[in-house]
Structure formats: structure tokens, C-alpha cells
């Protein structure tokens, strides 16, 4: 069993060299392998194609050491063939380049269902025993490497968490160049091979994900090698771009700002020699990009990067017919090409004799490990791309250094009495992380850094464009480090991309198109929760998304922007990962980031608004409050000490909701001073979860502190009301929580009236706490009257005016001694 | 005020017919507008542009009759100046192409946001007072005009559902072409006229949305004319494609298949000349395309299509510069260039300046009615394109021809006995719908018609390519109308189109990667929420989703592949569009298609999986199941006539947790057979709301004679727990219900364990009912001890068989009185 001394382990990083200077001598012995180095490279990848069809199809007797029969068949036959010998073949090739110039490497295979050609090179690359020592490399571990595939307790079919040297899964297709482009970004010793299917290349994301290359820097961040692997079908069909005219797809690549280069065929050697020469074309162009930028020639254009453009044959060296009917170079190649294995003898024979066909005995020794003619194509310790530990980002995690964040601190010299833009000071705070951290963060946003008040970072870094910069650009550079592009398919995955291999970052978007990338935030923190079951990948840190144009304030908008979904999504994930913050104001909004930024393995949502805000808390309270998760906010309620618990308990979640909230509260104290009211600030979304649901929740116990036994409890969430009703499920009496959120309807209106219009106003507030007290103090009834004539004033007022009325607008909290707020206005 | 006498109103749709021959002559004419010409183009877009700053600025004083003053001007400035006025530039030679022509145009605005324009073309179109008969055409009407935009009671600054001629709100980006492809199929005579911005342009949904050409029969669809407005900027910088060298993007909408045409400047008449001239020719080119392929010349490959490249300013027309910053052709001119008008004397002279630039004087009467020279650009009746029944589908929509479907029954001898694979009946459902629908019916998939075993639709149509066709394919050519490419945004925005202009459809995908188009699915949820409210807006055919490779059948493709999150997000939206649908069977598969297939307006949402599958039900039954929405399945429980409410439920919504729970009933009625155990089944998920939540909803009467006042409910869910959560809050003692639903694990496994991992196996059920019934016969403690000894056999068996244990896998109901099922098997 070969060993490998430099195997990283977690917390221990293997260290890594920049590539030595790629001379023309390597050059050429690249562009053509001698006899010796066809064979090694024809023998790995016979061997990882032996592997792929052994995981696919037995359960037993591993190397043909006696003749196949029924039994060493798996009763199930699962996996994906077709597309598993491309992914093999540029595999090797890979590796080769790797032994050749030193490069650091990973591969992305956007066709990640072609897993087993993953596993298997991680498996003849010693990796994969290194990491999983009961997978020996002998003809038991073996056995015990086919059986696991895709099977109870073992394995996925695909390039998932649990392969090593993969941060991509590839299973909900599109993403492939996207996390290519994050791995990379501030990598610049770093070169991400990623290949794409021609299916995966049919989807949106993976279309928009092209122009990667607009956004990268040569001097300072790495490269991306896409292969778009045409080989010709997806699952049930012919690929579009596999069926387009050859010149098209040229033109295409072109018009997207690559060299196109290409190879086609299924001759051997000859595949062998063509790949070989193009990649190191490839690798050569690259190369010379990066040289002549990272030697102060900055470029004045984009580089056009090479891509490489493989056409060869689905299921390339399987069976080409079966029972006269074509499978080699067609969809019928995609899964399982011989099927009935066990039933049927003249498949089981055809499934001998394609096995057998890549010549086992040369590629396996007595005992069942690899033999030297294949080993030899492996590059060495951690440049094997099995182990690389960009591909298992944890081991080159640093910390971020991290301002304190007081010095942003917001003065709050009373509760509810100052507005403030409470996201300006997350841009204060990303500010200095861009100066503390010039490699490692980088915030990723749709073109609405500024729109969301963010912009501070633009004061140390601009927009990053590799495109045309006229001089009445703003902010916009090759140097820059902000990342702004229209997609958030893109920003997301980047940050993804970043974030696996490391880095640290924060993708900033609109909270109701937060969905088109909701798909992502979903399998990405899949990943996450997989890899909390693998002690040998280490932590990365947490994938931080803000939402900052929220639901409530896209009164003018309408109802395409009015959408609180991503809190509902996140919510069903696992509590090891997701996170949801609903800071209600600056002081702890940095205090949720500054917990955000160290944070490890969390998807954290955070939900907070751009607008001009109230603010509540010191940066000191600020911070007690998110220790806790949710408070009783003392001063915001008017709990009377003769009463054990409150008669009412308003609570909220969300910063345009809390301000409601307390403003309910101020006329409850003011109209209604015998009502015993108590309101519950809640920042930490999680915590109202049961413990046995979320590490977060809370116990019942300190629940009940807050939200008492069995008092009435009118909740004005920033979410949907199911989000609330879902997560108090389960707790004592929980039909007293009666929650107001989001309601869909699609509003044009003003900023308070969106409030109106969702029912969670201050005037619906009050109402509920009335309707759901259990005292019911004199005046009661004329407090009711009073805010529905609030209701109808407001109503009139907005229509003559297109605004809010001012004491509304302009409303802040007041000392009870002083002038009653919210007095109607005479007109 | 102008009258249209062929003014749709709803159920009643005006006469369509196709466009004229193309002459010479016209080409010509259009080619090359004459000065008169020239003057009504350019006096409509200057009334265009007019009307959009007023509805952004002005709340008074229209039509400038004395001079601006603070008092005119809003008290806030919404709204999206920067696109409007390409918007207006395109829309007024499109009108003029009608004129000529009598084409059918629809016009989709990818910058939605452009909403002002296109509001203003309805208005200057007529069509805006006939279908709002308060915003007369006169000044008062135009006062009104303007103070609705983007205010309160108002409308949305975006073309929105409220907006006439509209089916494509443009808010969240990436969908114009997307619908526009949707629209035109099946759709000889019309032509989408789509303008793409280049802010758009950079998602991934748009990027991958140039391929629908590949899909487009010129024999029998209509075309897409996408105009790329390369105005520069988005909100707060340029775009990628705007500062990319123009031969690349040249090559790269080349290597999308187009012809590419291009129109840039901002000089006048020029860019008038230019453009009419430049849509002359690609019209032109479209119908040349049309003319061969209808004159039975089928095509070869695909026709090489037109599109437009206009580049012309970001806010066109509009302020150049403001306090010495340029504005025109910048990301500055996005939104309001002009801000604080009311306070700032020069920005009002300039915003006055700016507003009689367009000369309103030429172009409203003294009555404030657009003048002769404006209307005279505008096509009759229903060819005006705010006025196109293509637009307001639900007038153009006929019933579809259904089947009966008692010619697709399955039989079921009795309950539990026999298998099939459910989605096969919905297939040869839909087989009929194509035979019998020719035109109005077509099925939209990723690639998976037959892994969802709906493949009998091949039968009778083939899957649709204009790419190039080898003899090796099956079912797929040009005249092929089952829709599969590799994009969830494709097939589900192409459907949206697809039904907003009248057709039916259905959209097929694998439940985890739904989540890739939730937020189309939400989206579409919101226009007809939206569209609920507007009596002009005529009904549609519903957007019927079909899960159908679900969660908890992906056991061996691991954790990418599972998650029921659709579900949770359809569940937030409103009553009257969300409907979500868990047959357990074939049958009630078919009776719920049936209802969809003839359902308006609605988001159905089936979720059921494509393999074997017990069956229950026959059609009637199912049928009645279905109109009730949730049932007692008698046959399936335990109940005791003794007494008068069971010990425990046993409910359950979703096919395999289905089969489960009358699994575990089963092993209670035989084991102990003391205890009282109802079973209900949930095919309308909906029908557990209350009825103030959903109109599905359950009264509290008919949910306590299924689940009981007060007895204990196990509920096995197909979804997230939170989902039944959620939806039992409010209802009496809602925490008796105990939920088993999908829980975020990533399990690589069998089928069967899927279930015992997410801890909703049959035995796990057992004990939960033992667990939390109000009674505890005898022997129960002996029958969990037995439940458990199942688990840990059946966790051995799988590990070293690789499948489930046979009396499982084959597992059916047995009859009270035979051998017992489900005993422990001697080994």
C-alpha cells in the first residue's frame, strides 16, 4: 500500500509551491508524451474506467480473479457510466500536467453523477485509502470499494462531499464553472480544470456562468480551464450544442472571449497524443497570460483564456451495441448500459468481456493495488488532486482579522429615538476587513453594493472588471476586489467557490430575488451538513448572505419585490448549519456580523433593511441580546411589577415589525397604563426552535421566562406567519402565539402602509394585544375604536398624499412622562 | 377621448387574422419612413417620454399649463427613468411595423422596470382608459395618471400584471425571452418583440434563454424578436456585454444561431432612419423564414433568425449632465436623475426644461388628449399591443378536449395488493391530451419524459429539436412538441408563456431541483395573485407542476438529490393560486390531473413518485377522496365500533409515507388488535388550512370528524415537518399532532431505508402510535420491542444484501384473517 507522508490532516496544511517557470523543454515534453507516458497515461485510465464499471456492477470477486457469475453481480445496479470515461480520460491528462510543471490542481466535474470516475482516481491516487484506511488497496478493499457505491451506508453516486479532491457535487447541474471561478479568485497559484457536460451546459446558470472570466484577474487570482465535454447526449436525448454546427459552437466560445481549442475522436493512441498537445497548449496560454501580468504588464483588455472543446463518445470503451442496439456515443450510454446482468447470461458474458477488455492484470498487482504502470501517472503528495487542500478549503482557512467592531459602534442615547441606515455600518465593518484581509474576503453583490449602503468598501477597493474601464467609471477596476454582477447565480456560487477553498465573503442581494438563488443556499448547506459527518474535512468558513432591500420596504415596487421566501427555505435545514438573523438595528446588526465573520460551516441568513431605521440598543446590549438570541425588551414594555405575568406578550422578529412593536407597546403604556404588556425582541430566529431541533433553541424553560406558560403572545414576524407557527410547534400551548407576518398580496404603497396593508401595524398590534389579553382594562374599547379611526385617517391621509403621515413617518419613541405620541393630529 | 370598438372584454375575444403577404412594396415602405412618418414616430415617443418623467415627477399641473412649482411635484420620486426611453424608442417602431404589416406583436420588456413607457404607450394606445375608464384622456385623467404610478392604491413601477399588453412583469430579470419562446409556440401568426437589457442579459435564466430558437418550428410556431438594448449601465455600473469589444458580442449571438443586426447613436432623425430600416429587415427576415417553412419547404437545419443590437443612452433624452456630473449614457440616469426637485429650484428649472423639451404642446390637445400627429403611429384595435388578446390570454383560451378518464383506470382488486408505476397513467392521459389538443396542449420537461415514466406522449409527438436529427435518434424532430432541454428555467418560463397566452401545459421535473425555478414558480404565483384582482385580466390555464422523481425515493444519488422544499414555498402563497396535491395512487393521480387539466389560474403543485407503487383507490373512489380533499380509509384502520373516537390517527399525505402508514395499521390491526386506530389520508394538502387561510381549507367540523377533537395524530408527511406544523396552528390542540416528515440528512441508502432514516417507517409509526395513545393495551410494550428488532434486522440485512428485506420490498396488505405480514422472517 503506498503511503503518503504528505497527507494533509485537519488543522495541518500541507505546504504548496508556486509552479516553477513552465520552460520550453516542458512545453514540449508536454505536447507529446513518449511511448512510456501513453502507456502509463492509457493504463491509469483504463484502470479508473475498470473501477467506474466495478462500482457500478459487483458486489464481488473484484478483479476477475475467478469467471464473473450472477453473484458477484450487485442486486442493484446504480450509477452513471456515460459520461465517466471523458471525466477519466482528462483526469490522467490532468495529472500528467501536474507531474510535469508542479501546478497546483483541482478538477470540478460539472457532470458530478459521473462519481465513480472520481472516487476511482482518488482510489488509484492512494487518497482515498488515506482517508477511508478500511478501503485498502488490496483485492478486499476493493470489494469493499464496489460495494459501497451507492449503497446503504456507503457512498452517493456522485462527485459528492464524501469524494475526495472534490468541492463541487455536481448533482443539480449548473454551477460547475461558477464554483471554478470562486476557488480560484485571490488563488493565484491555483488552476481550477473544470469540466462541463453538454447537459449541465444547457442550463441558465451555467450559460450566464461563462463570462467568469470579465471578472479575473491574471496578476493575482488563478485560472479556470473549462472542457466542455460534448459527448453528444444527456440523459434521454441528443445536447444542443452537441447537434449545433462545429463553427457555432466556436463563434460561441469566441463571442464569450476564449481561445477555442479542440479535440474529437475515439482513436487510440491517437486521443491520447491530440489531448495531450492541446492541454499543454492550453496550459502554455495560461501561463503566459499569468506571466506577462504578474511581470507588471497589466493588461489593458481581458486575456482571452483558452477553453477546451473534447468531443468524444458517451460511454466511450463500453459496450458499443447491445442486443443490436447502439449504446456508445448515445443517451442509452448514460447510466447503466448492460442491464439484467444477473439474469441474463449473454450480458453478463458482454459485462465480462468489457471488463477484461482493459486488461485488469496489468493494472492491478498480485495483491490488488495499483500497479507501478499506473501509479506512475500520479503526481506526488498534496499535488495529487485527490488531496489537495484547496479542495478541502478547512486546512487553509485563517482567520479573518477582525477590527472590534465598537469602533463602528452607533450612539444610541435612548431607545427608539434615532434613525440610522443600520447597513452603512456593515459596510464600515467590510470596509476593514478589506484592509486587514487583502486576500482573503471579498463581498459579492448584484450591482447593489451602494443601493444596499454598503458602499464603504468602495473606499479600499473598487468594482472588479476586466472589461473596458472609460474614465467616467466610478469605482471600477482590474484591481478592484468587490464583486458586482448581475446574477445571482453567480455572486452566490462565487462566494461558494470562495469560501470552499478558505475564503471568507459575504453575497449581498434583495431579499425577494434572494429565490433565484435559493436553490443554491439549499445545496450548498446540503454540502455543509455532509461534511459535519466527516471528521477529515475541516471547517470553511460560513457562507454569509444578506438580504437588505426586504419584503416590507419594497412598498413601490410591488409585488415581483416583495418576498420573504428565503427565511422559509433555510429554515427546514439542518440546524448544525443554518442560521437566521433578524437583526433590528445597527449596534447588532454588527454584532450578528462580527459573531457571522468567525463563524464556521454556517449558511447565516441575515435579514435586516437599508432603510433609514430606529435604533435600539447599545453595541454592549447589542451584544447580550444576540448571546441570548431573544430578550425581554424592559424599557419597550410596561410590565407591572403587582402581576406575576404579563396580561400580553408582544414579541417580534424583524426590524420594520420591532419598530411597530414598540411603537404598540408606547400606546398600550400610554392609553392603556394598566395593562401589564411585555415586549420580546427576537435576533436569533433559530432559538425559538425546540433544542432537539436546533443547537440554538431554546430550552422550555428559559421559553417560558420569555414568553410565560401560557399567556397570549402576538408575534409580528418579518416572515412568513407559517415560519413562527412551524417553529413554536410543540411548545406549551402554542395556539396563544397568534403571528403576524407577510401576507402575500402585492402592494404598491407606502413604507408604513405596507404594514397596514400585512395587518402588522402598530393600530393591528394594539387590537391583537386587546383581543388576546387575559384583563381587559376600562378603555379598552375605546382604544380599539381609536386605532381603527388611526386606520382610516391613514388610509385618507396616503391617497391625498402619497406619503405617510408624519407623526408615522417621522414617529419616534417618547418618554411616557412627556406629550402623548400617536395623538391623532386635529386637522 | 378615442373609442375602441374592438376592445376585448373578457370571454369575448376580437377577430385575429394573419398578417398580410410581405410585398415588395412594404418591405420598402417600411424601410424607409417618409417625413410625415418620421414626424408621428418621433411626436409618439416624444408623448412616450413625456409621460414617463410625468408619472415619475409630477402629481400636478400635466401638461406643464403654467410653470412647475414645488406643489407639482410628488413627494416621492419613484421609478426608472434610465430605460424608459429605449423602451418608448422600440415600442414606437413597433407600432409602425404593425401599421404596415397588420403583424400580431406582443411586446415583453425585459427592464420591467421601464414600467412608465410602457404604461404610456397603453395610455397613448387608448387601451390604458378603456380598460381603467378613471384615467381619461384629458388633463385631469392625465393628472390621475400620474399620481397612481408606484403609489399607494396605485400601481407597481414595473410593466406588472396591471399594466395592459403585459405578460411579463420584468422584475426579477432573467425571463424575457424565456416567456417570449413560451408565447410564440403554437402561435403562427405572432411575433414577440422582446427587448433584452444588457443588466438582464447577465443572469444565468436569460443567458441560457437564446437556445429557444432551437426549439422554434417556423412551419407552425410564431417568432421571437429580441432586441439586446445595450443602453450601458445597470443600477450602479456598466454591464459586461455593453463594454465587450462589439465583433465578440457579434460572434457570441452568432454562435447563439442569430443574424445579428445592430443600430447604435443618439442622433436624430438618424437613429429613427436606422432602426425602422434595421426592423424592417429582420421582420423581414422572419417572414422569409416563415414563407419557406410554410410553403411546406421544411427546414434542414435551424433558420438562422434575427435579433437587434441597439446601443443607444442610458436615459436618452433626458437630463445630459446635472450639477456637473454626466448623467446621460451612465448608470446615474437608472433611476431619478433629477433628485430633490421640490426643494431645489435649479433641478425643478431643469426637470421644466427637460419636460417641454418634448414640446407637450404638439403633442396633447387643448382638452390634454393625445394629438392627431401622435395617434397617428398607433395600430387599430386589438393589433395595438396593450390592446393584443395574446397579452390578456385568458380571452383566447379554450377548454381543453379531455379524455374521459375512466379510459386510463387502473385496476385495483383491492386496496394495497398491487403495484404500479402511477405517472404511466398520467402519461397516457396526456397521450390524449396531444391527439385530441393538437395546438393548446404541450408537456415541458428536463429531459426526463421517460425516467418519468409519462413517455406514452411519444406515441403521438416527438421531442422537439431543430437541431441537426441523426438516424440513431428516437422520437425527436422538427415536428416534435414534447418539450426537453436541460434547464428547469427554461421548461418552466416556457410553460408561464405558454398558458399567460392561452395554452395548457404541464411541467415534469425531479422534486429537489424544482428548487431551481421556485422562484419563477413563485413569481407566476404573484401575477396571478395580482391578476385575481383585475376583472379585464381574463382566467388562464393553470401552471400544472409534477414532481415526480421525489425525495424520498433518490435514496442511492444521495443528498443533492433530496428535498421536498417546493412544497414549503408554494405553501406561503395565496388561497386562491396555491394548490398542492400528494396522490398516494394511480387513480387519484388521474382524478387529480382531470381537475387541474380543467383548473384556471391556479399553481397546481403534484408531487408523486414515478416508481412501482401500491395502488388503493379505484377512479370513483379517488375521486371522491379528491372532492373531499382528505378521507377516513376505513378499509385501512383499525376502528373499534366500541367506542366512539379511535386511540390514535394515523394521517398521512404523500405516496410512500402513505404506503408506510398502512403498513404500520396493518401491523397494529394484527398485533393488537385492541386498539382503535383510524387512518386518513390527505391528497389536497391545502385542506388542512383553515378556511380563512386557504378556500381549500377544511372547517374545523370536518377536520374534527377526521382527526378527532382531542386523540393524538401521528402524521407521516411527504415534506418538511414545519409544512403540517404550520398548517394544524390554530386548530384545536394542535400539538397532538406529531409529525414524521423529511428531515435534511443526505443519506446515500435503499428505498425502504430512506423511510427509516427519516424516521417514518412503518415501525417507527408503531411505536409512535403506541407512544402517544390514549390507551396502552396489552402487549404493547412487547410490539415495540419487536418494531425495534425490525429495525435493527432490516439495518444488517441492508448492509450485507445491498436491498431491503424481501417482506418489504414486496410488502402488500394482507387480509385481516391470513398469514400475518410483516413477521420477523426465521433466519
Known amino acids: 500500500m503506498t503511503t503518503h507522508p504528505t ?42 474506467n475498470y473501477l467506474t464499471v466495478g462500482q457500478i456492477y459487483l458486489q464481488a470477486n473484484p478483479l476477475l480473479r475467478e469467471p464473473l457469475s450472477p453473484e458477484h453481480i450487485k ?32 478538477y470540478l466535474a460539472g457532470p458530478g453523477h ?33 460495494r459501497q457505491f451507492s ?46 457536460g453538454d447537459g449541465e451546459a444547457e442550463t441558465g446558470p451555467l450559460e450566464g456562468s461563462w463570462k467568469g472570466i470579465s471578472f479575473l484577474n491574471p496578476a493575482r487570482d488563478g485560472a479556470v480551464l473549462p472542457v466542455l465535454h460534448l459527448n453528444g447526449a444527456k440523459i434521454a436525448g441528443p445536447t444542443v450544442l452537441a447537434r449545433k454546427d462545429p463553427e457555432e459552437v466556436r463563434q460561441l466560445f469566441r463571442g464569450h472571449g476564449y481561445e477555442v481549442l479542440e479535440v474529437e475522436g475515439d482513436d487510440l493512441p491517437g486521443m491520447h497524443q491530440r489531448f495531450a498537445e492541446t492541454l499543454a497548449t492550453a496550459y502554455g496560454l495560461i501561463r503566459d497570460i499569468q506571466d506577462r501580468a504578474r511581470a507588471g504588464e497589466a493588461p489593458t483588455t481581458r486575456p482571452r483564456w483558452p477553453m477546451i472543446v473534447l468531443r468524444s463518445p458517451k460511454g466511450w470503451t463500453g459496450p458499443h451495441e447491445v442486443d443490436g442496439t447502439l449504446i456508445e456515443g448515445t443517451w442509452r450510454a448514460h447510466q447503466v448500459p448492460l442491464s439484467g ?43 495529487r488532486m485527490s488531496a489537495s487542500p484547496h479542495a478541502n478549503g478547512g486546512l487553509l482557512t485563517q482567520d479573518l482579522d477582525l477590527p472590534d467592531v465598537r469602533d463602528f459602534e452607533i450612539d444610541v442615547p435612548a431607545p427608539a429615538v434615532v434613525r440610522h441606515e443600520s447597513t452603512r455600518v456593515l459596510g464600515e465593518l467590510m470596509k476593514a476587513l478589506y484592509e486587514r484581509n487583502p486576500r482573503t474576503f471579498r463581498l459579492f453583490c448584484p450591482d447593489e453594493t451602494n443601493s444596499n ?48 477553498t478558505g475564503r471568507h465573503g459575504l453575497f449581498a442581494t434583495y431579499e425577494a430575488f434572494a429565490m433565484v438563488s435559493a ?46 421566501g428565503l427565511i422559509q427555505n433555510v429554515l427546514q435545514m439542518r440546524g448544525d448549519v443554518a442560521r437566521i438573523y433578524l437583526p433590528a438595528d445597527a449596534n447588532t446588526l454588527l454584532a450578528v456580523s462580527d459573531h457571522c465573520f468567525r463563524s464556521r460551516s454556517h449558511v447565516n441568513l441575515i435579514v435586516q433593511d437599508k432603510q433609514p431605521q430606529l435604533q435600539y440598543l447599545t453595541l454592549d446590549e447589542a451584544r447580550e441580546h444576540c448571546e441570548r438570541g431573544a430578550s425581554i425588551w424592559d424599557w419597550a414594555g410596561n410590565e407591572l411589577d403587582s402581576r406575576e405575568e404579563p396580561d400580553v406578550v408582544l414579541a417580534c422578529a424583524g426590524d420594520v415589525v420591532t419598530m411597530e412593536t414598540v411603537a404598540a407597546a408606547q400606546i398600550l403604556r400610554e392609553r392603556l397604563p394598566e395593562l401589564s404588556v411585555r415586549v420580546v425582541n427576537v435576533v436569533n430566529l433559530m432559538t425559538l426552535a425546540r433544542r432537539k431541533d436546533h443547537p440554538n433553541g431554546m430550552s422550555d424553560m428559559f421559553f417560558e421566562e420569555l414568553f410565560t406558560t401560557w399567556q397570549d403572545v402576538v408575534f409580528s414576524f418579518h416572515g412568513y406567519p407559517g415560519a413562527i407557527h412551524q417553529l413554536v410547534h410543540g411548545r406549551n400551548d402554542a395556539d396563544r402565539f ?46 380599539k375604536a381609536w386605532c381603527e379611526a388611526q386606520l382610516d385617517r391613514h388610509e385618507e391621509y396616503i391617497r391625498e398624499h402619497l406619503q405617510d403621515m408624519p407623526e408615522v413617518r417621522d414617529w419616534v419613541a417618547q418618554d411616557p412622562g412627556s406629550e402623548v405620541s400617536g395623538r391623532p393630529v386635529e386637522a
Request: charge should be negative.
Open 7 to 48: 497527507q494533509p490532516s485537519p488543522g495541518v496544511c500541507p505546504e504548496l509551491t508556486p509552479a516553477a517557470p513552465l520552460t520550453e523543454e516542458v512545453r514540449d515534453r508536454l505536447a507529446h508524451p513518449d511511448e512510456a507516458e501513453l502507456a502509463a497515461l492509457d493504463a491509469w485510465w483504463r484502470a479508473d
Open 75 to 106: 442486486p442493484r445496479l446504480l450509477g452513471h457510466w456515460g459520461t465517466s470515461p471523458g471525466l477519466a480520460f482528462v483526469y490522467a491528462h490532468a495529472s500528467r500536467l501536474v507531474r510535469h510543471t508542479g501546478q497546483q490542481l483541482i
Open 114 to 146: 459521473g462519481g465513480p470516475a472520481l472516487v476511482g482516481a482518488a482510489y488509484l491516487e492512494g487518497e482515498y485509502t488515506e482517508t477511508f484506511p478500511e478501503i485498502t488497496q488490496d483485492v478486499d478493499g476493493l470489494r469493499r470499494f464496489f
Open 151 to 196: 449503497a446503504p451506508g456507503g457512498i452517493p453516486s456522485h462527485a459528492s462531499v464524501t469524494t475526495p479532491g472534490s468541492i463541487h457535487e455536481g448533482g443539480e447541474l449548473g454551477y460547475a464553472l461558477i464554483h471554478a471561478f470562486g476557488a480560484v479568485m485571490d488563488n493565484p497559484d491555483l488552476v481550477a480544470l473544470t469540466v462541463v
Open 341 to 383: 446482468v444477473k439474469d441474463d447470461p449473454d450480458h453478463l458474458r458482454l459485462l465480462e468481456e468489457w471488463l477484461r477488455s482493459y486488461r485488469p492484470e496489468e493494472l492491478f498487482d498480485e495483491a490488488g493495488a495499483p500497479t507501478e504502470l499506473v501509479t506512475r501517472n500520479n503526481p506526488a503528495g498534496p499535488l
Open 453 to 500: 449602503r454598503i458602499g464603504a468598501v468602495f473606499d479600499v477597493s473598487d468594482r472588479m472588471t476586466m472589461e473596458r474601464v472609460t474614465e467616467d467609471d466610478v469605482k471600477l477596476s482590474a484591481d478592484g476586489r468587490v464583486m458586482e454582477v448581475l446574477s445571482e447565480h453567480n455572486c452566490h456560487g462565487w462566494l461558494e467557490g470562495y469560501t470552499l
Open 519 to 564: 436553490s443554491q443556499t439549499i445545496q450548498h448547506c446540503k454540502w455543509l451538513e455532509e461534511a459535519h459527518h466527516l471528521d477529515w474535512r475541516a471547517d470553511i468558513p460560513s457562507l454569509n448572505i444578506l438580504l437588505s432591500s426586504t419584503a416590507w420596504r419594497n412598498d413601490h415596487n410591488g409585488f415581483s419585490h416583495q418576498g420573504p
Open 738 to 783: 397568534h403571528v403576524r407576518g407577510f401576507i402575500e398580496q402585492g402592494t404598491t404603497t407606502t413604507p408604513f402602509d405596507m404594514v397596514v396593508r400585512n395587518q402588522a401595524s402598530r393600530y393591528h398590534l394594539v387590537m391583537d394585544a386587546l383581543n388576546n389579553s387575559q384583563r381587559h382594562p376600562r378603555g379598552s374599547a375605546e382604544l
